[in-house]
């Protein structure tokens, strides 16, 4: 089996979508499997390859399946089978999750005789050993179908075999990303935003770039963000279990954070392999 990916986290995150993207590029998906049964699925989809022959399997665990056991059987997984196998986790903000549920007018599996906010409340709780088990977490508060859709093709079809180490650009006005490992703030570097002919530019355009390297300080914050990184990254990959996702923010997330994921993506993908560079509010408007 190629790949054997475990899917769970936040109700409303967005697991349904998920596992309709992944069914779509050949994964034999199953939805909502109590845990007790993914050694037995593991074992029996092993023994008849031909049953996943193009992608692997996919197998999704909400909040009302996930017991204290939960972990330990995905960690007796992993040993017996090693890198085959992945826990997603999917995650957004509270606020997003509320404006989800009232859009759909769903009732949250936990909030029987409560109400929305205090049913999330709990389920993250109850979730919190589980996310810090997990190898992939997803963030999905600003994704629509359509980014949600590239950043799992991203991540399970990459040729390398996934990615080790996400930089990304984000704007501090739509919010931080909350499965981020570690945050760089760029808001003290001169902004291009107030330039006419680059306001509508992106940190992807040369213009850019060169107004922000034309300063002194672009320079040394690289220098330094480097150093750090530098001491940061093998510690971070050799220590800790996951994906580095380093997330560059400015205000708007258009021009500043752009160019810098742009800059460290350079950089760090000549030392490692799957190296990814998204921009999450690049085209939410101007700043």
């Known amino acids: 089996m190629q790949q054997f990916i475990i899917v769970t986290g936040m109700s409303g995150a967005g697991k349904t979508m998920t596992l309709k993207v992944l069914e779509d590029f050949g994964f034999i998906t199953i939805d ?32 009302r399946n996930v017991s204290k056991d939960f972990v330990k059987v995905i960690d007796d997984i992993s040993m017996a089978w090693g890198g085959v196998v992945k826990v997603l986790f999917l995650t957004a903000s509270d606020e997003e999750l509320l404006r989800r549920y009232e859009r759909t007018r769903r009732v949250h599996p936990l909030s029987h005789g409560r109400s929305t906010k205090e049913g999330i409340r709990t389920e993250r ?36 075999g996934g990615i080790s180490i996400l930089i990304s650009s984000f704007g501090y006005k739509y919010g931080v990303p909350q499965d981020s ?7 003290c570097l001169p902004n291009p935003y107030y330039l006419d002919e680059l306001k ?4 992807e355009d040369e213009p850019v770039k060169k107004y922000l390297l034309d300063f002194q300080e672009t320079h040394k914050f690289i220098e330094l963000t480097k ?13 800790v279990r996951g994906q580095l996702h380093i997330s560059v923010g400015c205000t708007g997330g258009r021009h500043r954070s752009v160019a810098m994921a742009e800059w460290l ?19 939410h408007g101007h700043q």
């Open 265 to 283: 993506g350079e950089i760090y993908s000549k030392l490692y392999s799957g190296v990814c560079v998204i921009h999450r509010d690049k085209g």
């Open 181 to 187: 490992s570690f945050i760089i703030d760029v808001r």
């Open 125 to 160: 709780e109850l979730l919190a050993p589980v996310l810090d088990r997990a190898d992939i977490i997803l963030d999905t508060s600003m994704m629509d179908l359509h980014q949600h859709r590239d950043r799992l093709l991203k991540e399970f079809f990459d040729k390398d």
């Open 200 to 203: 509508n530019l992106t940190g």
């Open 227 to 239: 150093n750090f990184l530098d001491f940061f990254i093998p510690q971070f990959l050799n220590n």
């Open 32 to 63: 909502n499997l109590p845990p007790a049964l993914l050694p037995q699925l593991f074992t029996l989809i092993s023994e008849r390859p031909e049953a996943s022959r193009n992608r692997g399997v996919v197998a999704t665990v909400d909040v």
